[in-house]
Every structure is written in C-alpha cells, then in structure tokens.
T-cell receptor
Framework: QKEVEQNSGPLSVPEGAIASLNCTYS??????FFWYRQYSGKSPELIMF????GDKEDGRFTAQLNKASQYVSLLIRDSQPSDSATYLC??????????FGSGTRLLVRP | ETGVTQTPRHLVMGMTNKKSLKCEQH?????MYWYKQSAKKPLELMFV???????ENNSVPSRFSPECPNSSHLFLHLHTLQPEDSALYLC?????????????FGSGTQLSVL
C-alpha cells in the first residue's frame, strides 16, 4: 500500500516565524508533488507543486524535494495568522495515482 | 461563474432517501473527480472521468452512482446510504488525467446520513 505520511499537528508557530511542514512518501518512483491548503470548512486549494529535486520558491512559500530521502517539505516564511489552516501533501506515484496525506494543522499565534 | 461549483453545500438524508450531488466546472478541463473526505483521514478518490468516460472506480459501493453527461458536468447519485457515508464530498477537475494534474476543487457537499 503506497502511503503519504504527515504529522497531524497542530504545529504552532508565532507570527513572523518560519513554519516547516514535512511529508514522506513510500513509492520511490513518485513523480510529482503538491501542497494544498485547506481552511476549516473550506475545500483544498493548490498552493505549490514541485517536480524536481531541490527548492522551488513562490512568494513566502518554498517547497523542497529530496527524492533520495523520499520527503517533501513546505516552508512558510513570515507566517501570518491567515496561514492557519490544514496543509495537505499529495504525491503522484509511479502508477500516476495521486495519493494524499492526512494533513498537518498549522496554527500561527498572533 | 468561474471555477468549480458544487450543489448543495449541505445535505441531510435518511438511509432510504435518494439524492444527487451536482458539480459543474467552468475551466475547460478534461478530467473530473469525486473525492470523499472524512475527519482525520486522507482524501479518498472515488471516481474519475476523463473526456466524460469513467476511468477509475476506486472500489466504491454501488449505493454511489456517478454520471458524467459531458466534460463540464458531474453528478453523484446517492441511494440507501449508511451513517458511515456521512462525510464531505468534493468534486474536482484538472486539465488532464494521469499527467502532472493540478486539481481544482469545488466547495464540497457536507453530507449527513441519519
């Protein structure tokens, strides 16, 4: 059973700090990696995607991928209370199936 | 309207009722999906339609019956549901299926089965 693992949290950080969210996956042949943000009572929204090893930056968000270690992370710089949400990691595996993690709940304290 | 719209937002039904969820996407995408989201569990893929043809049925019980009349519309027909079917049902679309698909979700239907 191919899996995507995330710590459920909550991860609590003070406003202005860097929030680091991690995700590991079991299928070494996985190809594409996505981060979705889901506010309470709302639907998931795609915020980042990464296909190659290394870092990808978009505004305050940085996605990091390490295929050798089978992990992908999301860094949020200068965290704001409005970043408080559940962050879902999704991985497209070697059979082109998109597998979601259970999500990490992030709380940014004012 | 833009994006992916789902109706109704909330639905309460008895186990003997028949109801339908509706989804419409205005993005010109070719693939549409039904997902189930239960508390503390990962999103579960239920069905995939690509160019209005069903390409995935993820071992979903027959009490859930999808319908895709065209690439922009998707329905989920519900009948004789069980209380454990209570969950958030999300429709999504993507430009392509089995590519590097980026999903766009509708607002979801919060379903309660009594």
């Amino acid at each position: 059973q191919k899996e995507v693992e995330q710590n459920s949290g909550p991860l609590s950080v003070p406003e202005g700090a860097i929030a680091s969210l991690n995700c590991t996956y079991s299928d070494r042949g996985s190809q594409s990696f996505f981060w979705y943000r889901q506010y309470s009572g709302k639907s998931p929204e795609l915020i980042m995607f990464i296909y190659s090893n290394g870092d990808k930056e978009d505004g305050r968000f940085t996605a990091q991928l390490n295929k050798a270690s089978q992990y992908v992370s999301l860094l949020i710089r200068d965290s704001q209370p409005s970043d408080s949400a559940t962050y879902l990691c999704a991985v497209m595996d070697s059979s082109y199936k998109l597998i979601f993690g259970s999500g990490t709940r992030l709380l940014v304290r004012p | 309207e833009t994006g992916v719209t789902q109706t109704p937002r909330h639905l309460v039904m008895g186990m003997t009722n028949k109801k339908s969820l509706k989804c419409e996407q205005h993005l010109g995408h070719n693939a549409m999906y039904w997902y189930k989201q239960s508390a503390k569990k990962p999103l579960e893929l239920m069905f995939v339609y690509n160019f209005k043809e069903q390409t995935e049925n993820n071992s979903v019980p027959s009490r859930f019956s999808p319908e895709c009349p065209n690439s922009s519309h998707l329905f989920l027909h519900l009948h004789t549901l069980q209380p454990e079917d209570s969950a958030l049902y999300l429709c999504a679309s993507s430009q392509d299926y089995r590519g590097n698909e980026k999903l766009f979700f509708g607002s979801g239907t919060q379903l309660s089965v009594l």
